[in-house]
């Protein structure tokens, strides 16, 4: 469930870019909807409510939250201050390469992984596999990163639905080629 509230201001800035711009009364203020600026402050607004609700509830967040709750402020804020949707398009790149750089420098500070810290409590492989693992995340994130760069530069009509949509799908696909190639080195306990 707490994957699917991650993804509440994602869908709310992807209806509010498509529709067609329009002036809407919203407490006695007229507040323009639609297009690429609305739907920046609809994410960093949505961000803050979904992301502060979080916090309430759980007294922290997750380092990805917060990783992803700072670029949507930054760069939600400089795409908002220089009325140039650039600086919005470069958010996706730069997260999924800290995630990149995270995944890698976990292999040499502390004493996993972190794809092994985030999954063991579920499976159970060898450190070699642990350590592919991981660094096929490294590589997928960089890769992820770099078409992100490429989509929203070279195909601007369609970068927002790749970001949503295809994104998410080769991410989807990544996991399942991930766990079919590991399954044989999965370890099962006896009973």
């Known amino acids: 469930m707490k994957q699917l509230i991650d993804f509440i201001p994602l869908i709310v800035f992807f209806t509010v870019y498509k529709m067609d711009p329009r002036v809407v009364e919203l407490g ?7 297009g690429p600026f609305s739907a920046t402050m609809f994410l960093m607004v949505a961000s803050a409510i979904v992301y502060g609700g ?9 380092k990805s939250q917060l990783i992803t709750l700072a670029a949507v402020m ?14 919005l398009k470069w958010k996706a790149p730069i997260v999924n390469w800290i995630f990149a750089a995270a995944f890698l420098g976990s292999q040499f500070i502390g ?13 159970s492989l060898p450190n070699e596999i642990w350590l592919k693992m ?4 490294v590589v997928f994130f960089i890769l992820l990163g770099a078409a992100n760069l490429f989509v929203a530069f070279t195909f601007h009509e369609i970068w927002v639905d790749f970001k949503v949509f295809g994104s998410l799908i080769l991410t989807f696909l990544f996991v399942i080629i991930q766990f079919a190639a590991i399954s044989r080195h999965i370890r099962t306990e006896e009973k």
């Open 54 to 62: 979080m916090f309430l509830k759980n007294k922290s967040l997750e």
């Open 74 to 87: 930054l760069f939600g804020s400089m795409t908002l201050t220089f009325h140039d949707e650039a600086f």
């Open 134 to 137: 991981n660094l096929s995340w």
């Open 28 to 34: 006695g203020q007229q507040l323009d909807v639609g």
């Open 111 to 123: 004493e996993k992984p972190l794809v092994q810290r985030m999954m063991d409590h579920a499976i």
